[in-house]
């Protein structure tokens, strides 16, 4: 989708006078649909639909050694998937350098420990630990895609539930565990802290807040800013461009406060979702 | 890029021997105790002064331009080539495009680097070229690309912002339009403290909290790189990674600009001295 | 043999269906906005989804197009969370290409390609789940997409797997868990109303005088699955038609 000078034009308006195309106030979000536990093959997962764009994160933990230089912590990772459904410009390789970017990015504000405790993933120090998978897939892409992510990323692993060791046993170089049969015997991640990302588009003056496709085009750069519990875990700056030192003091606390916002209003989704209702692409 | 299959990588698996020796066995807070003994840090430094920096272009003679900095250990050089048409692409594009590709040399840090880019190299070319991209007259070139290759040869910390002052010297000496003088530099905060240009092992321990569980220490900690074009106050790029509050960034974002200003009469210094350098030549 | 039966002494699988029974399809068309079409199916626990982008202006090289036919191109790819192990990759492997290549040959056969020269149709499917018979999954779910984006097909083109059972009893529509217990799994793609066999594939082996038996099942299970796929399709223009008001007729619907 490219965009005219005169739709381009016609949206910068809207900005200015506060009321963007869809009708929204600059700091509004789409509305959001998210759904927990829709892949059974996953110790977690969470789908995200924000308007247009529609998310899939799956949790997936295995069995690894812990980093030699940090033998008390376990593993994370994230994996980008564009899928070819989203726009054909993914098709191959296409998707891999959006890919590689959003899955920097999360390890970037995944990777403080006051943000998400690594130790509570270790097993036996030094031999063995958790790694936690998360695999991203990108379903449509309708703009906001950091906001989206980081959305479906935190449910899924509220969502996800670790297995209990119940016991390690060292045997020679072999460490032999005992898991825990019992389903119900599961471990909950402490995601409190996890980051929530806020795109901040610039658009003419103003910034506006979760940008559709076509407003991310009139963009003269953005800036993303992940926000844990109040505090700033990563902050970047995309999409060329560049800002005053205050402007983006002014855009960074824009993002903090909007940030909070989206914190509580997921807290308070996650705390009403429901197990067993109907879910899933079927409705 | 297309990645080289065929070069053998060496073992996979190995780990640096320091982790093993006597030496590495110190808590955080030593460690933080030692790099900085009141208010003055190993190499003597005060917390908010630079290291001594030598800039010098025109150092690959391949190269459309190039040049070379030294941030005390730290030596960086990048390489831009003459504009080539962007590869792969169908439509038109008003604005030209910098390609952006910044590495470690294999033997450039304490860990041995893989020849391929890893996933942290890979971010920090990310990083460059959205903090070189606002400088450049893209518009001047459209449909071209140019090409921006920074290696670094000794990595002691700030290896980001030393790479992107370095490129905006390089890019200046390749005669690219650019619109000011790109300069860029990095701060490290841990607790109370904040280190402008930092070590790798300050570095280091700015990556995670200390005060995690005590409730009186504050646990602000985090490193972050600030690019700017001085003449226009204009901020190209503000990258930072840990976990900090507002006041923090508000903080930095004024020593980070205060620190920029010093550095930028080093860049002119160099490129006049080059540009001297050519007059004279041809006037022979 | 050693290996468990397939079919009990009543006649009924592990999974407690009959030799003939299908699992249940559930599908939906028009998922998402972006693609011209798309769909999602639910075969059993396999799920897939499929969009199609065109016919538009051949992209990346111009060379390929062609003067009498629209070009088809297809991906097929597995989210790495679908199966039980975690892949590493979702595309890229040799297993994904040989389907995607399938696909196209399954769709050409459907699509009336002679009406779009010069330009392109592309087909992306994405497997979500895999239980087994993933192939048919992506076969009709893109036959769903297809039918979304408006694009002028001969007829429903669908896919069924069958396999024998006990040495002498031909079943329908394979599980995951039926595939690796072993047997030979047959994988037909068919024009149902035609009765005419696009496609087929087999692995592993049996004697050929079972191969009529086997072959009329699966053709039996894709004519089913074409009832099915059907009656969605109608009941989703009943949703779109009636939502616009049906225009002029101004005809009331019994759903």
């Avoid at chain 1, 405790?117 to 695999?135: A, E, F, H, N, Q």
């Avoid at chain 2, 290896?159 to 300069?183: H, K, N, R, V, W």
């Amino acid at each position: 989708m490219t965009l005219s000078e005169a739709e381009k034009t016609f949206i910068l308006h809207g900005v200015q006078e506060n009321f963007r195309i869809d009708g929204r106030n600059r700091d509004d979000y789409r509305p959001m649909e998210l759904e927990t536990s829709i892949i059974t093959h996953a110790f977690g997962s969470a789908r995200l639909r924000l308007a247009n764009t529609d998310v899939v994160v799956t949790v997936k933990v295995e069995i690894d050694v812990p980093f030699p230089d940090r033998p008390l912590e376990g593993k994370m990772e994230f994996f980008i998937d564009c899928s070819a459904n989203a726009t054909p410009d993914f098709e191959g390789r296409g998707g891999e350098n959006l890919a590689t970017e959003i899955s920097n990015t999360l390890t970037a504000a995944y990777s403080s420990n006051s943000v998400f405790d690594y130790t509570k993933l270790c097993i036996l120090k030094g031999r063995k630990c958790w790694k936690i998978y998360v695999d991203i897939l990108i379903l449509e892409c309708g703009g906001n895609l950091y906001d989206a992510i980081s959305i479906a990323v935190k449910a899924a692993l509220w969502n996800t539930s670790i297995p209990l060791v119940k016991s390690v046993t060292i045997d020679g170089n072999n460490v032999d565990m005992n898991v825990s049969e019992n389903l119900s015997d599961c471990i909950k991640l402490d995601i409190s802290a996890a980051p929530l990302m806020v795109t901040l588009c610039k658009i003419g003056d103003h910034c506006v807040v979760d940008p559709t496709s076509a407003e991310e085009q009139c963009s003269q750069g953005a800036i993303v800013v992940a926000i844990s519990k109040g505090k700033f875990s990563t902050v970047f700056q995309t999409g060329g461009g560049s800002l005053h030192p205050l402007t983006l003091m002014e855009k960074l606390k824009l993002g903090a406060k909007v940030g909070n916002r989206l914190e509580e209003a997921l807290s308070e989704a996650l705390s009403k979702i429901k197990e067993n209702g109907e879910m899933g692409f079927l409705n | 890029m297309p990645v080289d299959h065929k070069r053998i990588n060496g073992p996979e698996n190995t780990i640096p021997y320091k982790l093993y020796t006597k030496l590495n066995v110190k808590s955080f807070k030593e460690a933080l105790q030692d790099a900085v003994k009141n208010g003055v840090r190993n190499d003597k430094r005060k917390l908010d002064e630079h290291r001594r920096i030598f800039m010098k272009t025109d150092i690959v003679s391949q190269a459309k331009g190039s040049a070379y900095i030294e941030i005390g250990n730290t030596k960086v050089v990048v390489s831009v080539f003459d504009p080539r048409e962007i590869p792969n692409k169908n439509e038109y594009s008003l604005n030209g495009e910098l390609y952006c590709e910044f590495k470690f040399a294999p033997f450039s840090c304490p860990k041995r680097r893989l020849h391929q880019q890893d996933a942290e190299e890979k971010q920090n070319s990310i990083v460059m070229k959205q903090a070189l991209e606002p400088a450049v007259c893209r518009h001047e070139f459209p449909n071209f690309q140019v090409d921006v290759y920074a290696l670094v040869l000794e990595n002691d910390g700030s290896a980001l912002s030393a790479a992107i002052t370095c490129a905006g010297l390089a890019l200046a000496q390749a005669g690219i339009p650019m619109f000011d003088i790109i300069t860029s530099v990095t701060i490290g905060i841990q607790g109370d403290l904040k280190l402008l240009d930092p070590m790798l092992h300050e570095e280091t321990l700015c990556y995670t909290s200390i005060n995690k569980n005590s409730k009186t220490g504050k646990n602000s900690h985090g490193i972050v790189i600030l690019s700017l074009l001085n003449t226009h106050q204009q901020v190209t790029e503000f990258y930072q990674v840990g976990s900090l509050d507002i006041d923090d960034i508000e903080e930095c974002t004024k020593v980070l600009t205060e620190a920029n200003k010093v550095v930028v009469p080093l860049v002119e210094k160099c490129l006049a001295k080059h540009v001297i350098k050519g007059v004279k030549e041809s006037s022979q | 043999m050693s290996r468990k039966e397939l079919i009990s002494k009543v006649g009924l699988r592990l999974d407690g269906r009959r030799a003939d029974e299908l699992r249940r399809i559930r599908c939906k068309l028009g998922v998402f906005s972006e693609p011209d079409g798309s769909a999602y199916i639910e075969q059993g626990l396999t799920k897939v989804l499929a969009a199609v982008y065109g016919p538009h202006q051949v992209r990346g090289n111009r060379l390929k197009a062609q003067a009498d036919a629209v070009i088809i191109n297809c991906q097929f790819s597995m989210a790495v969370f679908s199966t039980s192990e975690r892949k590493k990759r979702p595309r890229g492997d040799r297993k994904s290409t040989e389907l995607s290549l399938h696909l196209r040959q399954a769709l050409i056969a459907a699509i009336e390609v002679e009406k779009y020269p010069w330009s392109q149709i592309d087909v992306y499917v994405e497997v979500l789940h895999a239980d087994g018979g993933i192939f048919p999954a992506c076969v009709n779910a893109a036959t769903l997409a297809l039918i979304d984006a408006g694009i002028p097909i001969k007829e429903y083109v669908c896919a069924c797997t069958a396999s024998i059972a006990n040495n002498n009893q031909a079943m329908v529509d394979i599980s995951h868990e039926e595939e690796i217990l072993g047997g030979p799994t047959l994988t037909i793609v068919a024009l149902p109303m035609s009765e005419k066999i696009v496609l087929m594939e087999m692995s592993q082996r049996f004697h050929l005088d079972h191969l009529k038996s086997v072959l009329e099942k699966a053709l039996e299970g894709c004519k089913n699955t074409k009832n099915i796929l059907d009656q969605a399709v109608q009941n989703h223009i009943v949703d779109v038609g009636a939502s616009t008001g049906w225009a002029s007729t101004g005809e009331k619907v019994k759903r």
